[in-house]
């Protein structure tokens, strides 16, 4: 278990490290891109190590000096809270990582709005924590809520979209709602074969 842990806490890192690179710059981070900088390899290098005291430890330095430079209303700040937050998942303590995550979405949804694909992105993340320790029903309602500004943000075909939809099929199958589940998992695969499809075509 504690091995599955690890395996989950640095690909939640890596997750948060995808997203930056990949995300429109905003209007408030015209010159930084927190995912390239020197402490993140760190942190996921000790996380898969598997000392996760030297990790957290590195993660509070990462958010400490995120705070210093750009204050606790930037999206830098939120990621710096994510990625403390992944570091207490490797740990177990799914508490004070759900209390982090949310910490980073509410400073996104003041930034951004709530509407923002990043707001969905940190959503689908928070529901994987709810999932890890058998909150299935929350999971359920913040992957809804992510579905909808992801479809409205990127369309009803986009591989993000069907890759959330298997999501919550997995939270409503743990729930016993098979029937559901079934035709979100039948859905989200048809939108990620389409999606691959399109990408090919290009």
Known sequence: MPKKRLLVAAGLVC???????????????????????????????????????????????????????????????????SVVATVYVGQAKFDEAEALFRRAIAIREKVLGDDHPDVAHNLTILAGIYRMHRKDAEAEGLLRRALEIQTRALG??????????????????????????DALRERGMSIMDYAMKAIGRK
């Not at 997750?15 to 390899?41: F, H, Y």
């Not at 590195?58 to 939120?78: D, L, M, P, R, V």
């Not at 009803?156 to 099929?169: E, K």
């Open 156 to 181: 009803d075909n986009d591989f993000t979209v069907g890759g959330t939809l298997l999501s919550l099929a997995s939270a409503c199958l743990a729930q016993g709602k098979r029937e559901e589940a």
């Open 15 to 81: 997750l948060w490290v995808g997203i930056c690179v990949v995300r429109p710059v905003t209007a408030q981070e015209p010159d930084m891109n927190v995912s390239t900088r020197p402490e993140i390899k760190t942190i996921v290098e000790l996380l898969e190590s598997g000392n996760h005291a030297a990790a957290l430890v590195e993660a509070q330095k990462f958010e400490a000096a995120a705070k210093a430079q750009f204050g606790i209303n930037h999206t830098n700040y939120a990621y710096a809270l």
